[in-house]
T-cell receptor
Framework: LAKTTQPISMDSYEGQEVNITCSHNNIATNDYITWYQQFPSQGPRFIIQ???TKVTNEVASLFIPADRKSSTLSLPRVSLSDTAVYYCLVGDHHGGATNKLIFGTGTLLAVQP | EPEVTQTPSHQVTQMGQEVILRCVPISNHLYFYWYRQILGQKVEFLVS????????KSEIFDDQFSVERPDGSNFTLKIRSTKLEDSAMYFCASSDLKGNQPQHFGDGTRLSIL
């Protein structure tokens, strides 16, 4: 599974747009990019998933350049409740021999008033 | 929205005792997983389960651990003889398709071994 690298922490203020970038230089052709969010004492929650270009849903956008060696999670107008750890994961769409998720340390986003 | 539910939310057990953590996955899901997170550390994969058998397990999932789907709804993780280092949050997850279909996590059971 491709290894991912993301900042350990980020600070933001309410109402700002936050962009969290993840590097995955060894991403394979069949790999998708998935982002999860985790609040303290809760399980990870799926945010968004994409393969290339741009994906948008009601909570976030995911930008993936043509070479797919990185991706950026964009959270529009964050609020205090967006304070959480955000994980970038990369994995084979078809699962193959494994479908386990490998979590890194994630990015702790702290949103301040 | 359907969700994965786990019980109990907090379990306190004496070292050496057996513990069973319970999970009710989303009803139409076919793949089930257990993860754990030691306080302040990463979420770690333990085991995946499909078609009534283990698909994959990590090095953490040794002979002290077992999983079972005793009926059509529950999915359990048993630790036969708990150790202090088993203290962690244990998360159950389920997914409907193998691979990149997102896994849906429960809110975990906090296991404290005394």
């Amino acid at each position: 599974l491709a290894k991912t690298t993301q900042p350990i922490s980020m600070d933001s203020y309410e109402g700002q747009e936050v962009n969290i970038t993840c590097s995955h230089n060894n991403i394979a052709t069949n790999d998708y990019i998935t982002w999860y969010q985790q609040f303290p004492s809760q399980g990870p929650r799926f945010i968004i998933q994409g393969y290339k270009t741009k994906v948008t849903n009601e909570v976030a956008s995911l930008f993936i350049p043509a070479d797919r060696k990185s991706s950026t999670l964009s959270l529009p107008r964050v609020s205090l409740s967006d304070t959480a750890v955000y994980y970038c994961l990369v994995g084979d769409h078809h699962g193959g021999a494994t479908n386990k998720l490998i979590f890194g340390t994630g990015t702790l986003l702290a949103v301040q008033p | 929205e359907p969700e994965v539910t786990q019980t109990p939310s907090h379990q306190v057990t004496q070292m050496g005792q057996e513990v069973i953590l319970r999970c009710v996955p989303i009803s139409n899901h076919l793949y089930f997983y257990w993860y754990r997170q030691i306080l302040g550390q990463k979420v770690e994969f333990l085991v995946s389960f499909y078609n009534n058998e283990i698909s994959e397990k990590s090095e953490i999932f040794d002979d002290q651990f077992s999983v079972e789907r005793p009926d059509g709804s529950n999915f359990t993780l048993k630790i036969r003889s708990t150790k202090l280092e088993d203290s962690a949050m244990y998360f159950c997850a389920s997914s409907d398709l193998k691979g990149n279909q997102p896994q849906h996590f429960g809110d975990g059971t906090r296991l404290s071994i005394l």
